[in-house]
């Protein structure tokens, strides 16, 4: 008889990462060791794995990770892409003249021949932009453009925009109208900037644990969250784990409850579980 396996998926923004912009090291170490002694463990977030890496890259992880608010599967080793969602023409020129309609200037997530890129107009960059740029500096993936046309080349898989609130609320009420468009409009946790983020109709967290199981099986879940884009993922889950900091529809749909993310709540709680979910 095939043993049970059980994958343990935490978010990373305001679960597994803590106020301090980090992954405690007693986090980083109780993860390794219960990996070393069977653990499957993986994270779910809408940070790319470049990004997700400066928070990650000490973890021995030996499964695939989501990213992109599950916009794109890669290698949690080596962030090699396993698979990606991209928007059909269609979409992609709706969304795109409502960004134009609304004077958005965004980040464009896309594949070039094979490889990552995202593009921008340099020219129309608010200054939340020249930041989350700066801050990226040395990242080869970003390429700026000169003119509105030629960022939006390639497979597009994923829009950014950031922004003040008030900037970028009609253009979210817009976009929720338009058939097949998921998009979030939320504030950045440790900023006071509002970042939308637009993806393909097969991109949230929820569907691309779907397709990971297509490319590594596994037969239950226990999935980590905090926040609204965490729901699907939880409601998926076999055990749903909100830590206490959490949203309070997090909570509510929550079968289990941890520490907050300053607490080391989602390594205390596999600590305290793992033998409970472990392979019979």
């Not at 504030?187 to 691309?208: R, V």
């Not at 909570?251 to 709540?265: F, I, R």
Request: aromatic share 10%.
């Amino acid at each position: 008889m095939k043993n049970k396996t059980t994958l343990y998926v935490s978010d990373l923004d305001g679960t597994l990462i803590n106020s301090s912009y980090m992954i405690s090291h007693y986090s980083i170490d109780t993860l390794n060791d219960l990996i070393a002694r069977g653990l499957n463990f993986t994270y779910a977030t809408a940070r790319s794995y470049h990004s997700s890496c400066r928070f990650t890259r000490e973890l021995k992880l030996t499964w695939p990770v989501i990213v992109y608010n599950g916009a794109m599967i890669v290698e949690g080793t080596d962030g090699a892409i396993l698979d990606v969602q991209v928007f059909c023409q269609k979409s992609s020129r709706m969304i795109e003249a409502a960004l134009a309609k609304y004077r958005i200037n965004p980040l464009v997530y896309t594949m070039i021949d094979t490889k990552e890129k995202v593009l921008w107009h340099w020219r129309r960059q608010n200054d939340h932009v020249k930041d989350y740029i700066a801050s990226r500096r040395g990242d080869l993936r970003f390429v700026a453009r000169n003119d509105d046309e030629s960022i939006y080349e390639g497979s597009i898989f994923y829009y950014t925009a950031i922004d003040d609130l008030s900037a970028l609320e009609a253009v979210y009420g817009y976009l929720k109208t338009l058939p097949g468009i998921i998009c979030s409009l939320k504030k950045e946790l440790y900023t006071d900037e509002y970042f939308l983020e637009i993806m393909a109709p097969g991109a949230n967290k929820a569907k691309a644990l779907e397709r990971l199981k297509k490319i590594r099986e596994y037969d239950e879940l226990v999935c980590f969250g905090d926040e609204t884009n965490d729901l699907e993922m939880l409601k998926k889950a076999d055990v749903a784990v909100a830590v206490k900091n959490a949203a309070a529809k997090v909570k509510q749909v929550a079968s289990s409850h941890a520490g907050s993310n300053d607490e080391d709540g989602v390594a205390r709680w596999i600590a305290a579980n793992f033998h409970d979910y472990i392979d019979n």
